[in-house]
């Protein structure tokens, strides 16, 4: 594992930090070409990148501040302490208000969002197998298990290395959401379909992760993956539609 990457002068440069940034890069990158086939601005990528890392960060540091209120003190001053849910809902309310803020349909944008934020999540998961973060799975004598003694959750015994199933999954996901793209009739189709996949993905992946149960025999993060997967469902609408791509004249 390398959780660090080395130092320039007294900074350290963190290998998940570096990950993530490189996540972010290429997700926007997408986002681009997509909003330019759909003849939207590209830049406005850029600046929804910008808001949803904004939004995500305060998301996930209040939503650690609530969970542990009754040491308020203590908890706003730590140095750590980031929710994935707070991140979420914080990223997406400031992505729905930028949206908003420029007038654009949200549904499309919504649509050209669903491949970046899959190839963003599986580049993100490379920088957690990298960091030895402690998302990894249970004891495992599979051939490819291993063990993570220098991560920043250190275990000397070999394990499910989940981040890295994780991002092979997303990035299956990301290559069906770009190859459909403009094919699924109708905005939120798109990005339903996404929400269903990577729901799915990590409803199962949590089988195999050590993490304690919440409620109905499942952990936390299944809980929030099965509202994922049904809200998907949803906004897909019932059958997938389908645009016919024009066949060509025949002379």
């Known amino acids: 594992m390398h959780p660090e990457l080395g130092t320039v002068g007294p900074l350290t440069i963190n290998s998940f930090g570096v990950m993530i940034a490189i996540a972010l890069i290429t997700g926007t990158w997408f986002m681009g070409r997509d909003l330019d086939r759909r003849g939207l601005r590209p830049g406005f990528a850029v600046e929804l990148a910008i808001a949803a890392a904004i939004g995500g960060v305060l998301g996930a540091r209040l939503y650690y501040l609530v969970e542990h209120r009754g040491d308020a003190g203590g908890a706003a001053l730590s140095g750590s302490g980031l929710v994935w849910y707070g991140g979420v809902i914080g990223g997406v309310a400031a992505a729905v208000a930028v949206t908003r803020l420029r007038g654009l349909p949200l549904g499309v944008v919504a649509d050209a969002a669903a491949p970046a934020l899959a190839i963003g999540y599986a580049i993100g998961r490379i920088g957690c197998q990298l960091a030895g973060d402690g998302t990894y799975g249970e004891p495992s004598d599979l051939p490819w298990a291993m063990s993570?003694?220098?991560?920043?959750?250190?275990?000397?015994?070999?394990?499910?290395?989940?981040?890295?199933?994780?991002?092979?999954?997303?990035l299956v996901v990301f290559a069906v959401l770009w190859r459909l793209r403009g094919r699924l009739a109708g905005p939120w189709r798109l990005f339903g379909l996404y929400a269903v996949l990577a729901g799915g993905e990590r409803l199962l992946v949590e089988f195999i992760r050590i993490n304690d149960v919440a409620a109905l025999g499942l952990t936390a993060p299944q809980l929030f993956s099965l509202a994922q997967i049904a809200i998907g469902a949803v906004l897909l609408g019932g059958p997938v539609a389908w645009r016919r791509r024009p066949s060509a004249a025949v002379s």
Do not use: K, Q
């Open 148 to 170: 993570y003694p220098d991560g920043r959750v250190p275990t000397d015994v070999a394990v499910h290395p989940t981040p890295i199933y994780e991002s092979l999954t997303m």
